[in-house]
């Protein structure tokens, strides 16, 4: 029996190597993936320009508008005379968010009267105009503070409480030390997927499914030499980005190592599942791929790779339960950026395990339909 699975696996390995478009699946996606999502995917505001509408001649808003120049989240202050302008520079998208400082504004804060810093964003970036709010919110807020334990009035008042706040597990709050770890599953995912669907479908376009259908090889048998080779080729190419997160990225890897590669393991088991099930029921390979990209968005959104869980509505929730890159990313992540207690991987395995059970499950069920 080993011997005809080992056959059959080798059969399989050479079938995605010597195929152009298997090749092309294998090297392109992930390249592109990496690229895109580890330096052009980020929800960091930086190099934003934005416009101010300065009518004080003061010291404090020179002070506030030269803070502005050199923070790292603006590239350019485009200083303007009108509101009108500051309307025509949103509307264009020319700038992120502007700033209008009234004519009272270092009088005011010389006075110890409260002073108002007007902030307009553009609404239709809504993400960016948000964290852009809260960076210029930062910036006049600790120059207020500054300004008021400069002032001789207020010198010899109590001190106001002041907030300390520390980044667990990503002191500098590195985009790229969220990002990158995520990209082994979402790799694995696409890989796993697109390289299992391609199976059958495969054989159906050349002609050989008949041939295994015939041959001596039984459903069992069939299904651990499809399973085997995208196993090993999933394996591979979370290897390659494990060992880029750590050495290129220089993300730091607090967890273990046994415990992340079995919860690949269990990962793409459940994910060769789907792709089993999609190869089963394609006829072509253009089929297969259509179907595996319809079942890789959803599984991308529902996973909290880019947005929270937390704030979908709670129905939906509960229906990322049964996503495994949902179970995986906790797994990465708490591996990388945290060394996450084995109890709680636990919880995440079994669950990889029950899913992985029921998609190879259906997939089996439909392979001994199609080979009777």
Sequence with gaps: MWRRILALIRKELL???RDPRGRMVLIAPPIAQLVIFSFAATLEVTNADIAVLNQDSGRWSAEFLQRLGVGKSFDEVIVVRTPGAVRALIDARRVLAAV??????SRDLEAGRGATILIIADGRRSNAAQI?????SQIAGTLGAEIAQASPERAAAPPAARIAATNWFN???NYRWFTVPSLVAVIALLVGLVVTALSVARERELGTFDQLMVSPLTPFEIMIGKTVPPLLIG?????IYILVAVFLFGVPFRGSLALLYLGLCLFLVAVIGVGLFLSAISQTQQQAILGAFLFMAPAIILSGFATPIENMPEWLQTLTYINPLRHFLVIVRGSFLKALPIAEVLVHLGMMAVIAAVTLGAATVLFRKRLE
Excluded: D, Q
């Design 15 to 17: 079938a995605i190597l």
């Design 100 to 105: 209008e400082i009234g004519p009272s504004f």
């Design 132 to 136: 852009a709010v809260g960076y210029l």
């Design 171 to 173: 002191p500098n709050l």
């Design 235 to 239: 394996h591979v190419h979370a290897t």
